[in-house]
C-alpha cells in the first residue's frame, strides 16, 4: 500500500520560510511524477511545483517561480518543498501527490493524473 505523509505546515509571518516534506511508502514506480498542489478556502487546487523522477525537471505555478524549491531524496523517498519569502497568499492546505504522467502532461494541471495523495498539511502566512 502506498502512503504519503506531509510534515513541516505552520504558522509563519510574512516573508519567512518553511519546508515541507512528503514522505513516502510502499513507492515503487518510476519514472514518476511528485510534487505539490494547495487549496485556500474558497478556491480551486492549484499546482504548484513537480519533479519528475527520470530526468529531474522541475516545474512551478509563475505565483512561486523564485521563492519555492521542489526536490527529492531518493534515499529517504522524501519529496521537499522549500518555501521562501513567503506571503499571505500563499496561506493554503499544501498536498504531496505522486503518479506516473506522461511527458505531454503538464503536472500542474491535472490532478486526477496522480494516483497517491498525503494528507495535507496546513500553511497559514500572516501579514
Known amino acids: 500500500e502506498v502512503q504519503l505523509v506531509e510534515s513541516g505546515g505552520g504558522l509563519v509571518q510574512a516573508g519567512g520560510s518553511l519546508r515541507l516534506s512528503c514522505a513516502a511508502t510502499?513507492?515503487?514506480?518510476?519514472?514518476?511524477?511528485a510534487g505539490w498542489f494547495r487549496q485556500a478556502p474558497g478556491k480551486e487546487r492549484e499546482g504548484v511545483s513537480f519533479?519528475?523522477?527520470?530526468?529531474?525537471?522541475?516545474y512551478y505555478a509563475d505565483s512561486v517561480k523564485g521563492r519555492f524549491t521542489v526536490s527529492t531524496d531518493n534515499a529517504k523517498k522524501t519529496l521537499y518543498l522549500q518555501m521562501n519569502t513567503l506571503k499571505s497568499e500563499d496561506t493554503a492546505v499544501y498536498y504531496c501527490?505522486?503518479?506516473?504522467?506522461?511527458?505531454?502532461?503538464?503536472?500542474?494541471?491535472?490532478?486526477?493524473?496522480?494516483?497517491?495523495w498525503g494528507q495535507g498539511t496546513q500553511v497559514t502566512v500572516s501579514s
Open positions: 501527490a505522486a503518479g506516473q504522467l506522461d511527458y505531454y502532461t503538464d503536472p500542474r494541471r491535472v490532478p486526477s493524473a496522480y494516483d497517491y
Open positions: 510502499g513507492f515503487t514506480f518510476d519514472p514518476y511524477v
Open positions: 519533479i519528475r523522477s527520470a530526468d529531474g525537471t522541475t
